[in-house]
């Protein structure tokens, strides 16, 4: 997923985020339209904001994409990697966020992303047990994900924090 990057009238480039495609609160009863507007415009765009003062005026860093930065931790300075680490996880896993979570509907995965699922998981219904279990037994704050490994297979997993 490639992530918006914009402009501004100093010339630097700094990440950004998209408008949400729903309002906030299109996921009541589960989530209060109070919950997802401060999670969208305050903790979101407070990672947004410390990943752009972190790595600004660094022209490497400037140019790279949420991906790159992913990928190339260790070429970061050591100075603010911690920063660059916690605030691009912030950023990249909510932007996936937005973009995966909606209204409740009924529309359940079809063809090979259904088959994939029941030889995964045996049943979409295994699929959302397992990934409940994991999203639930997190201690603390972090994310439950689901993956296709580099032998073609679904996974789920759980990362802690910002970890992505």
């Not at 009238?9 to 009863?29: C, I």
């Not at 950023?91 to 996936?96: G, I, K, Q, T």
């Not at 359940?108 to 998981?121: L, T």
């Amino acid at each position: 997923m490639q992530l918006e990057k914009l402009k501004f009238n100093d010339g630097v480039r700094v990440f950004s985020d998209k408008k949400l495609n729903y309002s906030y609160n299109a996921l009541e009863p589960y989530i209060d339209a109070q919950t997802m507007e401060i999670h969208y415009t305050k903790h979101h765009q407070a990672y947004i904001d410390n990943l752009n003062k972190a790595i600004k005026g660094n022209i490497d860093l400037e140019s790279k994409s949420i991906e790159d930065l992913i990928s190339h931790l260790t070429e970061v300075p050591k100075y603010i990697r911690n920063i660059v680490c916690n605030n691009e996880g912030g950023h990249s896993n909510r932007s996936l966020f937005w973009t995966v979570i909606g209204p409740k509907s009924d529309v359940v995965p079809a063809g090979e992303f259904a088959s994939d699922i029941k030889k995964s998981f045996g049943s979409f219904d295994g699929f959302k047990e397992k990934f409940t279990q994991a999203a639930t037994t997190r201690f603390g704050s972090g994310w439950a994900c689901l993956s296709l490994t580099k032998d073609g297979n679904l996974e789920i997993s759980s990362t802690a924090k910002y970890e992505n």
